[in-house]
């Protein structure tokens, strides 16, 4: 198994503002896999995708990639963990406006040692054609894509897409979720992405839903037409 999850449990504040977010989380991913979290607002799943992507510690439990748990890593380490495996894709796009399309995806090759071409990838996200353009002359959806772009040039081994499509209207949504199978086909990535779009279940492997803090349901995607019948 390549990212396991195990007892992960996270508190915010103090004494009464007290929350306990997540009561005790355990996921195992296979490499390759796409992982969709499902989950009301609130219910923690940024929380858990950020304690994936080490930008947050958990109060219990560890997250181990390839044998290797993210607790045990030096700063320096991870750090490079950050940099080389992780891809993140947020619901805002957070693109720099003053430089192109071509340099906000290569701003995510920053000290990668396995970048893929520049080229390649506008090629395969659709945006040959915008290369040159600066975030402000772009659609929502193609400032989506060059977010998508910047996260996987490094080709990180695990994709983390957080309400990638939630600024989006349904249709670009759709083209969104399917550029990241598109992604997921192309370059193997493991891929863990919350979204609430029911396009999602034509992509999905694996469908996990949280509430009050634990996983409710956890099911094997087999014939890729569940997720849209979810209740969580
Ligand atoms: P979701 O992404 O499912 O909407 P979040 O993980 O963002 O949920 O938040 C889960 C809970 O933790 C919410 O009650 C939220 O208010 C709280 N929370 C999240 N981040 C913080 C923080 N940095 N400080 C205090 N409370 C937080
Ligand atoms: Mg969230």
């Known amino acids: 198994m390549f990212l ?3 007892g992960i449990k996270k508190h915010y504040g103090e004494g009464e503002s007290r929350v306990e977010v997540l ?3 355990d996921i195992e991913v296979n490499k390759g896999e796409i992982v969709v979290l499902l989950g009301p607002s609130g219910s923690g799943k940024s929380t858990l995708l950020n304690i994936i992507g080490g930008i ?3 109060d219990e439990g560890y997250i181990s990639i390839d044998g290797e748990k993210t607790a045990d890593m030096n700063e320096k380490r991870l750090t490079q963990y950050r940099r080389k495996h992780l891809g993140y894709v ?24 396995k970048a893929l071409d520049t080229d390649e990838i506008l090629n395969t996200l659709g945006l040959s054609d915008h290369a040159d353009k600066k975030p402000n002359q772009l659609s929502g959806g193609q400032q989506q894509r060059t977010s998508i772009g910047r996260a996987i040039i490094k080709n990180p081994d695990i994709l983390l897409c957080d309400e990638p499509t939630g600024a989006l209207d349904y249709n670009t949504s759709k083209d969104i979720l399917k550029l990241i199978e598109d992604v ?3 370059y193997g990535n493991t ?7 029911d396009a999602i279940k034509n992509m999905a492997d ?13 099911y094997v995607n087999d014939n890729k037409i569940a997720a849209a019948d979810l209740e969580w």
């Open 23 to 25: 009561n005790g989380i």
């Open 191 to 197: 891929i863990i992405i919350v979204t609430h779009n």
């Open 4 to 6: 396991e999850i195990k």
């Open 56 to 58: 947050d510690d958990a």
């Open 206 to 218: 694996r469908v996990i839903t949280l509430r009050d803090g634990r996983i409710r349901k956890n």
């Open 90 to 113: 947020f619901q805002m796009y957070n693109l720099i406006p003053n430089l192109t399309v071509r340099e906000n995806i290569e701003v995510g090759a920053y000290l990668s040692d």
């Open 184 to 186: 997921n086909k192309k």
